[in-house]
């Protein structure tokens, strides 16, 4: 009898735009359904509604700056070849691949390829190392994603009923206040079933960001 072994098969991780993308498209879907369909239905809610759309605007904003900083990547010394530097300094202190001199808080993304000052991690959702030069824009990002996700989450939650609203008489303070859609849409099951949808999002990219 032959004894077979079986291996977990390695794979190079490289940089990749899926997860940011997954991310957004959840996130785009949840807040089309909000601006397009369950905001006009919130009776008298014009503060929460604007506060939506600027935490949406700025959790948007400091992803995008997240994704495209530079995180501290260590550059190799002008002029100098790499087999020079081999001479003058450590070779344990060096990085083959970058072909840098490394610092103590310096570590080598094998995902990047790349070595980063104060190296923290790699995020996949920001689809870069997060390092000395970004880490207070990524923190910054996180803390608006977590306010965003909460306060949409309560908003949903608190306007549960928003179906009833229906009945009551509709004012000029909002900018877009006609109900376009067909009249099935706003029946009571459509619109309770579009708001768990979002509370469900909403509650498990909560869960990842905590």
């Known amino acids: 009898m032959q004894c077979l072994m079986l291996k977990t098969p390695l794979k190079l991780v490289t940089k ?34 604007y506060l939506q759309l600027i935490m949406f605007g700025l959790t948007c904003f400091l992803h995008m700056w997240s994704m ?11 002029g100098v070849p790499f087999m020079e530097m081999m001479k003058i300094f450590d070779p344990v202190l060096l990085c083959a691949d970058c072909e840098v001199v490394r610092t103590d808080r310096s570590r080598h ?9 104060r190296f923290d991690h790699h995020c996949p959702w920001v689809n870069n190392c997060v390092g000395i ?3 207070g824009v990524f923190m910054s990002f996180l803390l608006s994603m977590l306010t965003l996700l909460s306060t949409t989450f309560i908003t949903l939650i608190m306007n549960f009923d928003c179906f009833d609203n229906l009945a009551l008489p509709r004012d000029d303070k909002f900018f877009y206040q006609d109900l376009f859609l067909p009249d099935f849409f706003y029946e009571r099951g459509y619109v309770e079933t579009v708001t768990i949808i979002c509370l469900i999002i909403c509650g498990t990219f909560l869960l990842l960001v905590l």
Do not use: Q
Request: aromatic share 16%.
């Open 109 to 117: 993304c094998s995902i990047c390829n790349r070595c980063i000052e």
């Open 16 to 49: 990749s735009f899926r997860t940011p993308i997954v991310m957004w498209f959840l996130m785009g879907l949840v807040y089309v359904d909000l601006i397009l369909y369950l905001f006009p239905l919130y009776y008298d809610r014009i503060a929460e509604i």
């Open 68 to 78: 495209c900083k530079d995180p501290g990547y260590l550059k190799s010394p002008k």
């Open 133 to 135: 030069d970004n880490h």
